[in-house]
């Protein structure tokens, strides 16, 4: 299906977007969409005839546990909703821990990459399978950007791209900024990822923006896109004309104006890359499998998993063969988006607390993982503040206690309490 040129759809723009020219489709996270109606921006587009694509981000498709069943029909409603031509996710990880690796439920609130090894691309196959079987419309599949890299590596981001579609028939959502990202951070040639995916399955591309601070890149979402990022899209174009290709942005919104110079810039890339020699180079073979494999794949990524996200958000040993100092970014990185979330969806608490908000939610965020989401967190955070007799301010410390009893009832557990539930979710493994 030819999607043409699009732009993610956020509440923050809605009006923008209506107006944008050209506009042929739009990309929605699922996730902020109910499964029953749809925004009245949402709904005006679609009688245009506007094409709108649901794009999860919390399946965690790369996970070694299988698929949540509540989170795939979640997706599938949403897709019937919007009668969309297809649904959009990520091959990457979101939480670990659980059952697998009898340890405590652990949650990134970030997309993590996972190893690019043979364990880990059987578990993703069999949980793309198992989407695809509960979903009503095809499933893509996107390339991650990421700060770190896993040790002992057995296949290049091209390699385990082909043998996922060659072995799941799903398609891909190729990110041309998470390549440049990858470039930057990872020292991996976009040309040569491009050279060994199959560029065929491609169902569309996103573009967007970061920024490069201390030799990382950023991938922000909330920068105008670069002109490496451009560069690469140019590549892609060069190898095939892709169905659709998407703008996006999720912070930091810029006026209508820029936005639609973006799309301006994105079109012309296109149309010089077309208008050139096409590049055409023999895919490489594809890696050949190891002649012994053993069982137990999805306990050994579970272990994995576990052990490098419990040193990203709560502070435990970093895992043999990882960077330090990138482990470092990638967790200080973490922190600042859960801050960053949990003041979106609890606002009243940056209100209450003012400048002080992010320092006291990064205190308490450096060894307490998340594992119940961004609101619960919110909730865990306040009664953290209040149980420590915090904040100073009597006023403030009222205006809270009153955010929190209006949320979770009754009155902040004592200290004593607190400690209490602790150890008992210790020894229980939650």
């Given at each position: 299906?030819?999607?043409?040129?699009?732009?993610?759809?956020?509440?923050?723009?809605?009006?923008?977007?209506?107006?944008?020219?050209?506009?042929?489709?739009?990309?929605?996270?699922?996730?902020?969409?109910?499964?029953?109606?749809?925004?009245?921006?949402?709904?005006?587009?679609r009688e245009r005839g506007v094409t709108v694509v649901p794009h999860g981000v919390s399946l965690g498709l790369g996970g070694a546990e299988r698929p949540d069943p509540g989170r795939l029909a979640g997706l599938a409603a949403r897709a019937g909703l919007l009668g969309a031509p297809l649904v959009t996710e990520h091959m990457a990880f979101v939480r670990a821990g659980g059952p697998l690796s009898a340890s405590q439920p652990l949650e990134a609130g970030h997309l993590l990459p996972v190893p690019r090894t043979w364990d880990a691309l059987d578990v993703l196959c069999e949980n793309v399978r198992i989407a695809q079987d509960s979903l009503p419309v095809p499933l893509a599949l996107e390339n991650i950007a990421a700060l770190i890299s896993w040790p002992g590596e057995e296949l290049t981001e091209g390699q385990f791209l082909a043998e996922l579609v060659e072995r799941t028939g799903v398609r891909l959502l190729i990110d041309v900024a998470n390549l440049h990202t990858n470039h930057v951070n990872r020292g991996e040639d976009p040309a040569t990822a491009l050279d060994e995916l199959p560029v065929e399955a491609i169902a569309y591309v996103h573009v967007a923006g970061g920024v490069e601070k201390d030799g990382v890149w950023h991938d922000t979402h909330a920068h105008p896109v670069t002109r490496p990022v451009l560069d690469v899209l140019s590549g892609l174009r060069s190898r095939v004309d892709p169905p659709g290709v998407l703008l996006e942005r999720d912070d930091d919104f810029p006026p209508a104006e820029e936005l639609a110079g973006?799309?301006?810039?994105?079109?012309?890339?296109?149309?010089?890359?077309?208008?050139?020699?096409?590049?055409?180079?023999?895919?490489?073979?594809?890696?050949?499998?190891?002649?012994?494999?053993?069982?137990?794949?999805?306990?050994?990524?579970?272990?994995?998993?576990?052990?490098?996200?419990?040193?990203?958000?709560?502070?435990?040993?970093?895992?043999?063969?990882?960077d330090h100092r990138r482990?470092?970014?990638?967790?200080?990185?973490?922190?600042?988006?859960?801050?960053?979330?949990?003041?979106?969806?609890?606002?009243?608490?940056?209100?209450?607390?003012?400048?002080?908000?992010?320092?006291?939610?990064?205190?308490?965020?450096?060894n307490r993982p998340m594992s119940g989401g961004y609101r619960r967190d919110a909730l865990a955070f306040a009664e953290l503040l209040l149980v420590e007799g915090r904040p100073d301010d009597e006023a403030a410390r009222r205006r809270l206690t009153l955010w929190w009893q209006d949320r979770a009832g009754s009155r902040p557990p004592r200290r004593a309490t607190r400690l209490v539930r602790s150890a008992r979710a210790a020894l229980l493994g939650k």
């Open positions: 299906m030819k999607l043409g040129i699009g732009i993610g759809w956020r509440p923050e723009i809605a009006d923008a977007v209506e107006a944008l020219p050209g506009i042929d489709w739009v990309e929605a996270v699922s996730e902020n969409l109910c499964t029953d109606h749809l925004p009245e921006s949402l709904v005006r587009l973006e799309l301006a810039a994105i079109r012309s890339t296109l149309a010089v890359a077309a208008s050139g020699p096409r590049t055409v180079r023999p895919r490489p073979a594809l890696a050949p499998e190891p002649s012994s494999r053993t069982a137990g794949g999805r306990e050994r990524t579970a272990v994995a998993q576990t052990a490098l996200l419990s040193a990203l958000v709560a502070g435990t040993p970093a895992p043999d063969g990882f482990l470092g970014v990638q967790s200080h990185a973490l922190a600042a988006k859960r801050a960053d979330v949990v003041a979106k969806v609890a606002p009243e608490l940056p209100g209450i607390l003012g400048d002080g908000y992010r320092k006291a939610f990064l205190a308490y965020a450096r």
